[in-house]
């Protein structure tokens, strides 16, 4: 077994402040919330007596039930929401890091 030593410092001498990449973290958080509403809507459609599809109706616009026209304007909700939803953290996080960090 050979030996092994581990530094506790990091590579990098000058350690500034985080940043996240604001795109990055919107398509992420987009495409996280589109995700998760269409394996919603297909359990939805698997299991109607569960309820689980309820609250996307509720905070959704326009969503009547499991038809085509509701399932594409969840999805770009979804991706609309989430991406802003991503961008925002990603520069109230980076404004913050700059300004504290």
């Known amino acids: 077994m050979a030996n092994t030593i581990l530094h506790a410092h990091s590579e990098r001498s000058s350690a500034g402040p985080a940043h ?9 958080i987009a495409a996280f919330a589109a995700i998760s ?3 919603c809507m297909l359990l939805g459609l698997v299991a109607p007596e569960w309820g ?8 959704y616009l326009g ?3 499991f038809d085509p026209r509701s399932l594409a304007l969840g999805l770009l909700q979804s991706v609309i929401f989430g991406g802003y939803t991503g961008a925002l953290i990603a520069a109230i996080f980076n404004f913050i890091s700059r ?3």
């Open 20 to 28: 996240v990449s604001v795109p990055v973290l919107g398509a992420t």
């Open 37 to 39: 509403f269409l394996l």
């Open 52 to 59: 689980l599809h309820t609250p996307w109706l509720q905070f």
């Open 63 to 65: 969503l009547t039930g």
């Open 99 to 101: 300004r504290f960090g």
